[in-house]
């Protein structure tokens, strides 16, 4: 039930993007980028902190992140693109979700550590 709900909140916030922003590839950029971060938080705060129970794990990581963002549309977007942009839209995405995920570790490690020692 935790799933689903997180489900439902991830697709409408899904849908919403979408409708802001004008290109499927932007929107699913977007998506990919910002539950790339939003992962990369909940793993790290589990590893760092453990603050956030195992039910809101449940609703924001496997329900919310996994109707939000999107690997389908991604390859589809991808390989319906013209083949220099489909390529570059490839590259862009991983180094950016890449970087997210990064960003993401260096935030939690600010948040659990904020005089600097080094955390493993």
């Known amino acids: 039930m935790l799933v689903a709900v997180g489900g439902a909140g991830g697709a ?9 922003v004008s290109s499927s590839l932007l929107g699913t950029f977007a998506v990919n980028v910002l539950g790339s971060f939003a992962l990369g938080v909940i793993v790290y705060e589990g590893r760092l902190t453990g603050s956030f129970s195992k039910r809101a794990r449940f609703v924001f ?11 389908s549309t991604f390859v589809v977007d991808t390989l319906t693109a013209t083949p220099q942009l489909g390529l570059a839209y490839l590259f862009a995405s991983y180094a950016a979700g890449f970087a997210a ?5 260096g935030s939690v490690e600010a948040v659990a550590n904020p005089q600097g020692e080094e955390v493993a």
């Open 101 to 105: 995920v990064v960003a993401a570790r």
């Open 12 to 20: 409408t916030c899904r849908y919403g993007v979408e409708q802001i």
């Open 61 to 71: 990581g496997t329900g919310f992140l996994s109707s939000f963002t999107t690997y």
